[in-house]
């Protein structure tokens, strides 16, 4: 790895990421990219399972398994700066709600189940209880065209 890659990996990460380099101490750009919390763990995961999990659903697959690690959002311990509230917890039931409906849906419906689901991760991160970095992201996973 050469220099100017580790300084686009790190100028990435906080482009992308919800930390803001203010509440960030001085580390290494090593340490910066590694540092998850518990919250920012399960969001790569979540998105991660939704982007391997999108191609299937736009081919129609009957059955989806909801990891039960999407509910550990509502304890998960988050990077210093956000808080449990009121606001967040709203959005959390509601994306759960959602989660839960792409589970259980109609295989006809699910293209419109998964974008609702995507919807509900981009209400939360529009909201000031989110964060705006990922945003971009996390709007391509939404299915714009039916294919077939
Ligand atoms: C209830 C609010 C809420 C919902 C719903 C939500 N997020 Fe997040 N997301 C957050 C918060 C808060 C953080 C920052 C966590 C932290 O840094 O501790 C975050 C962080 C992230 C990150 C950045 C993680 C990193 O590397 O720093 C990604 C990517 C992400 N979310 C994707 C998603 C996706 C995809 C969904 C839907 C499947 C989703 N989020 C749903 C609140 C939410």
Redo the contacts with the bound molecule.
Sequence with gaps: MNIRFIFFLSIS?LL????SPKTKEKESAFQEVYE?????AI??N??DF?NENRELIIEGQSTLDIPDYFIE?HTA???EG?QRDTL?EN??ES?LWNINRLENGENSDRIALFNN??T??I???KSE???T??IP??EK?MITTKLN
């Design positions: 990460f992308f990421s919800c930390s998850l919390s518990e919250m920012a969001m790569e979540m998105y939704l959002i311990e988050m990077t956000f967040l959005h959390t994306f689901t995507i509900s991760c209400a939360c991160h209880v989110g964060c970095g990922p992201r996390i996973l």
